[in-house]
């Protein structure tokens, strides 16, 4: 085996992009409902910003909704945008593992740097059967960098610290996508190790720097989609030591982000994930993403507009912290 | 519209056909895991024990495991060789609703009756995008007779009666697979109203019956793959109003079931449904259906065993109705 | 042990008191707050329109938010108003074993028929802790029937199959108010066997007994103070066995509940139970059951209102059965 | 009003003692099965080794299972050999509002500092509740402080920011005893503001302190009844700010922890709460707790030996600690 990107190089904002979309893309009969120009434009923003890494195609990258097609040719966009300037996972979660397998090889062969891949939800799945499904597709993708994709909501039940033990040793996994940092995060650091390097959201950044100033490298987040300047403050703040400023900024973030969620319930947003996100996103002014796809293209004024008031305030903190 | 099947149709046993597989179906390696000698051996046996009606690729039909290419395969073997002498409702789950257009227009070209579709899963979906999800079905397919599949793990979440009431307007859909015959059930047939069939378990028809006779035309069952005939005893003696014999053979098609459901919990039986399934089958030795394909190609001895132990029930149910 | 009141004498409609308040009951410094008066008239009404058995205490009879000193006036009022005349349940549920020991102990002196007895609920109970805690008590009083009180949400989990079995084998338990008749149902009877009588709720009577017409001889309800005039004609039409009787009376009853539970869920009837029940009872014109005493002493305006309908809608069937 | 004891008090070590318990408490014939004697030496021993504060009656001092007397003449004896030294807030949790006054009046009047109470729990109780419930208390004693208990397992819900924010408007609150710092600490903090202590338990003191630096003075715990000597370090070393001794007792702290939550979860713990702390404390060897009162008197042997080897650990811990 020989990894060209590591665990130690997991470092910075991991950056999710949306899957932006054509105008009539929510509709059941859209046949390319890929904004393929926009997808470019938005590689090359976050990388004039100082993305990181860009990865793609998990719940609000629309990875279920997209025809195989689209999915191929928007991953085929990002990464010959990209072109090397930086890591581009690709997410290939699909209903089970022989077409994870498939699309992964694909992408691989494309030039992907690694894959971004959660695991199939039709079951609900026990450990051994985690385990074995992230085995295989290392089997299977000998070279192939993996970011675990883990999402409780969508895939039916959260790692524990018992399972990132078990995923450590699976050589080609470097990342983990985690969902909040609360009382299982220290038993899950611990568990992963120095393979695996378990990514906090943008928000809970600084809370698991506090408590585990080593273990915490890097980040995802969608943020990077409505500016990368406060997620640029924040990781300086935070490699040079300044308490007090990345604290302000995790402030800041926190309370953009606090309207997104509707009555402050992760359950809830999850029914509406990808239109909240994509709302939040349009409402920013940076990116043009379009409507959601179908199924996931309906939802009630009231809850879109939450995402509408996130999308805004963060707006306001890019331009605090871009200087214009 | 024009529907050829329609919910006054909708009469006997539906039995779900498991994907037979081949000797290396768990191996993320398999090109072609199905055995289709063994799946047109499957339908005629069905057909000639005077099965109602075939429906394909549900949780345990693999409906999530099957490549694209097996999946189109198996369903042209299956709608070929049973050519017309029941009708056969394939089943097109997919992510998202494009995609289940797509495979839908496939089947029903190639001579399908109809469809069995649950809904995406990676968002758990609200009343407006399940109702959205299906109305889409309906108007890219006007002339194809839909079965609703639900169930509450694979698909986070159950159908209400408000739901019921709304399906009941799409003129496509003729029935709905149902959970489980309890409180709720009531309230759903009254929604559901002369539009929508629904359709209980095989153990649970006799329950079903003595609650609103009018109501149960119809089942679904897996357990015709374990042979038909405790299922045509049951549906005869329901038929002529035979209640004690229908009320002993239910009792006893339940006492067969009673170890497939690891700790007697629905939600542990989910975990391990396609795998149970399948092992029953196998079991009962009427078919041969392989292994299981990955993901779900895991599962512990001791509770595989209940499966074995629900086939060979079965089976001697199977012996005793068959008279031989 | 010699029971005077056993499982075969468990037949009929098991009316369970509200605790009539006075007006001031909804206050914390209320120091008396029952209306004895009131009680004794409920009791003489529940007995001259045919009630077969009264019970005390359980969640809407208030037997968590009395005083001792109250529980004990209150019950000493209906015993005493009843002498005799119908067997009468003394609700005893308490924080720990050994107080409802004494508290049985004295009931049992006062002259009641029996125990209605929920569980402990600080802590969840598993299995061996439920049945250690019967068995105490059974050990205690050996000559006290005792009907256990079964209700998921107040008690923190649903008695199995496996518990009825166990608790089969206590001499003393003759009856279990069971909550609702669903796919547990039929095992949980057939592991109660001849010792426990499984009673449902009075909207649940038609369908356990069409299910297991001789496992269904009696009932639970609050609705008799409401008026016992569409119970007593639901009775009659199961005895008689007149099915179409039954199921009318059945599904008018349903209707008239319908509104009782906010969004149609018992988890979010559960937390309103006293103020809704009261409110209920009340709002039917039969009894004047005052305020619900703290801390259960609030709720909505609109919760309530459902329960408004509730209590209007089963006076019109108490008019229409009454015959005046 | 008149508060001796104000949220700006609430610093330090808060350990809530066992209720010591004669050798046959187990059984439901005990009529006394308080050890006094054991409970005034544990008293002192907590008091000599620099406890802050001792609470009574909340979970594992077995609030639910003592009967009124012992209650009351346990108190009395914690209070009276206390003597003022350290302030004592009694438990008064009951099944009702005026049954937890006239309770909390006793003690008051006994000479307590103040309370330590968790709500009603046969019914879950919505936002309205609770407020009313603890507006209730405060009305009916204007100059007891009031540290509020919450157990999301034993009271049936968490507390919410919003809650936070209105009871922090009841004066004599002071504190809470607070289940785990997560996603939800820091808008609890921020909602409690300077009028309520949010006090986590010990293994979580670090990490709160990292967090939220000026919002953790205080903690609660029952490894007191284990030893002082590691608390006493892990204090001393966050008030003089030194981050790794903090960090290095908190990992040695938590790593005793460990085998007390059967399954590593908090729900399954909640089952056995008395019966596994109290096998902790008496493992540690210094206290002498007797057996678990009943409901709660039974546990299985396995699951006790995580408790055993947990109050081991911790021996370990204090031997260490103690410097002998």
């Known amino acids: 085996m020989n990894l060209k ?33 926009e997808s470019a434009r938005i590689v090359n923003m976050l990388i004039d910003n100082h993305v990181d890494a860009i990865l ?35 997410g290939a979660t699909t209903l089970n593992t022989r077409d994870t397998i498939s699309r992964s090889r694909e992408m691989m062969a494309m030039g992907a740097t690694g894959l971004f891949l959660g695991r199939p939800m039709w079951q609900e799945m026990d450990e051994d059967a985690i385990i074995g499904f992230y085995s295989d597709i290392a089997e299977a993708l000998p070279d192939a960098p993996i970011i675990v994709y883990d999402n409780p909501e969508a895939f039916k039940g959260k790692l524990t610290p018992k399972m990132y033990g078990r995923l450590a040793k699976i050589p080609n996994i470097v990342a983990s996508k985690y969902i909040s940092v609360g009382p299982q995060y220290l038993a899950d650091v611990e568990a992963a190790g120095d393979n695996i390097v378990i990514m906090p959201l943008d928000s809970d950044w600084y809370f698991a720097w506090k408590w585990a100033p080593k273990k915490a490298p890097a980040i995802w987040t969608g943020s990077g989609n409505c500016g990368m300047a406060p997620l640029l403050a924040l990781k300086h703040a935070i490699e040079v030591g300044d308490d007090a400023l990345a ?10 982000y606090k309207t997104l969620f509707p009555r402050g319930n992760f359950h809830e947003f999850s029914i509406y994930n990808v239109q909240l996100e994509k709302t939040r996103f349009n409402a920013s002014g940076l990116v043009k993403v379009g409507p959601s796809r179908p199924p996931y293209n309906r939802i009630s004024e009231d809850i879109a507009q939450g995402a509408v008031i996130a999308g805004q305030k963060y707006a306001a903190l890019q331009k605090k912290y871009a200087g214009n």
């Open 247 to 256: 604290r302000t900024i995790t402030f800041e973030i926190r309370d953009a």
């Open 5 to 37: 990107f590591r665990a130690q190089d997991v470092r910075g904002i991991f950056n999710i992009m949306p899957t932006p979309a054509t105008e009539n893309a929510a509709r059941w009969d859209c046949e390319d409902s890929v904004d393929y120009e």
């Open 56 to 90: 793609t195609n998990g719940t609000f990258g629309e990875g279920a909704s997209l025809t195989e097609t689209e999915w191929r040719k928007f991953n085929q966009t990002v990464i010959s945008t990209a072109n090397g300037r930086v890591p581009v996972f690709s």
